[in-house]
């Protein structure tokens, strides 16, 4: 093997890698979401490319609006699936769509695009 060889293979193992730890290991901080004077824990989530935040954190019993905010037209964001719930909503690029939703059962549950590659998690409390 050259050397040009080697630095492109460890170049490649590298970024691999790199890749592997934001997708698989990266820690995701949880957003606490406080309730608002109209008893609504409301949040807004970016959705470009993945969900910002995409780990939330409510209290159980009381309504729940998430406001998604689709920055972008790429077909996998078009929905998000609620699959717990047996919700869908189809999100209209650089349109607020709102998702209302209320969850009395503490625990956790998960969010995903219409192709379940892109997905966030609910945490009730």
Known sequence: MTLDQILVMIGGVGLSALVAWYFWFSEKKAVKVETSDSGIQEAVIKVKGGYTPDVLIFEAGKPIKLNFIREETAGCTEDVIFSDFNKRATLTPFKTIPVD??????????????????????IIS
């Open 101 to 122: 939703l209320k969850i009395d059962k503490p625990g956790e549950y998960g969010f995903q695009c219409g192709m379940g590659m892109i997905k966030g998690k609910l």
